[in-house]
């Protein structure tokens, strides 16, 4: 069974930065495409980042030189590092898992609240 639990999501200030942290079980992590997506208040669930099987990562326009995904196969754990938040980052952001074609995701986790505002 596929679990995915994140953490990390919090309240921060306009510029301020955050790490959230997925921790994935019930599936070969280390061989896994991953990512991260969002869910921003008005708008439809979207994709943010991809780490892939091999190891090669994909951002959204939004996140591209903001956002940089990590993976830590020894922890089970994916990360999303964020940094020069803006307030329209604000939304719930979800860990994925089991890329499929469009850029979305079979599995994903309950999600974890961020809020950029001052």
């Known amino acids: 069974q596929v679990q995915l639990v994140e953490s990390g999501g919090g309240l921060v200030q306009p510029g301020g930065s955050l790490r959230l942290s997925c921790v994935a079980s019930?599936?070969?992590?280390?061989?896994?495409?991953m990512g991260w997506g969002r869910q921003v208040p008005g708008k439809e669930r979207e994709w943010v980042a991809i780490?892939?099987?091999?190891?090669?990562?994909r951002y959204a326009d939004s996140a591209k030189g903001r956002f940089t995904v990590s993976k830590d196969n020894a922890k089970n754990t994916l990360y999303l590092q964020m940094n020069s938040l803006k307030p329209e980052d604000t939304g719930v952001y979800y860990c994925?898992?089991?890329?499929?074609?469009?850029?979305?995701?079979?599995?994903w986790g309950q999600g974890t609240q961020v809020t950029v505002s001052s």
């Open positions: 780490f892939d099987s091999v190891g090669n990562t």
């Open positions: 019930g599936f070969t992590f280390s061989d896994s495409c």
């Open positions: 994925a898992a089991d890329c499929l074609p469009g850029r979305t995701f079979d599995y």
